[in-house]
């Protein structure tokens, strides 16, 4: 089996900051994905790469950036962290990336904005 | 677009209660079903999917059937324990997309 390490597992930045978090995988897999999940909203697709050096825009893509350097990473900047956001960002990965197949998710990287 | 609808946002249930979680979909052809649970502090685990019309998906006691007809894929358990309190979210995929649609997801909660 495999597994999903996203770091750090709390993030606590201030207004305007950039921020980073990491995503590393040793499923082998194609695709990741990044999410956010906000509470009484579900799961928002922010960015996806289908392969290695690859992005692609989700729905929520404003005011992130990624970057897929080698295919078992990938990481999400927060370009300007916003005030009282409060989120989990979730790293997921599947074989070959259409969302037919399973996604493996992280465990998430909780961020608070002061 | 496509778009997946749980109208349970809460549910509370005592030990040994049957479980059904609403989950309709709104889709063009035959999409991939899934669901999805989330525990405390970690990401969504996959329970089981479906893929064809009237076909049943099971994993841990949880089950749901794919109906075309109704556009739904609820999620029912017979005797749920206070273990599985979670988050539980429906998913959409299609095999010619990349994007998964989830749910809002509805948060169970089990009492002893």
């Known amino acids: 089996g495999g597994i999903i390490t996203q770091t750090p597992k709390f993030l606590i930045g201030q207004e305007g900051q950039k921020l980073t978090l990491k995503c590393q995988q040793n499923?082998?897999?194609?695709?990741m994905y990044w999410y956010r999940q906000d509470s009484g909203k579900g799961l928002r697709l922010i960015y996806y790469?289908?392969?290695?050096?690859?992005?692609q825009k989700g729905d929520l893509s404003e005011g992130y950036d990624a970057s897929r350097e080698k295919k078992s990473s990938f990481s999400l900047t927060v370009t300007s962290a916003q005030k009282n956001e409060m989120a989990v960002f979730l790293c997921?990965?599947?074989?070959?990336?259409?969302?037919?197949?399973?996604?493996?998710f992280g465990s998430g990287t909780r961020l608070t904005v002061l | 677009g496509d778009s997946v609808t749980q109208t349970e946002g809460q549910v509370a249930l005592s030990e040994e209660d049957f479980l059904t979680i609403h989950c309709n979909y709104s889709?063009?052809?035959?999409?991939?079903l899934f669901w999805y649970v989330q525990y405390p502090g970690e990401g969504p685990q996959f329970l089981f999917r479906?893929?064809?019309?009237?076909e049943k998906g099971s994993s841990r006691g949880f089950e749901a059937t794919y109906d075309k007809g109704t556009t739904s894929f609820h999620l029912r358990k017979a005797s749920v324990q206070e273990s599985d309190s979670a988050v539980y979210y429906c998913?959409?995929?299609?095999?010619?997309?990349?994007?998964?649609?989830f749910g809002k997801g509805t948060h169970l909660h089990v009492l002893p």
């Open positions: 997921a990965s599947s074989i070959e990336g259409t969302s037919a197949e399973t996604l493996y």
């Open positions: 790469s289908i392969t290695e050096n690859d992005l």
């Open positions: 479906a893929s064809r019309d009237k």
């Open positions: 499923f082998n897999h194609d695709t």
């Open positions: 998913a959409l995929g299609e095999t010619n997309a990349y994007k998964v649609i």
């Open positions: 889709a063009s052809g035959y999409p991939a």
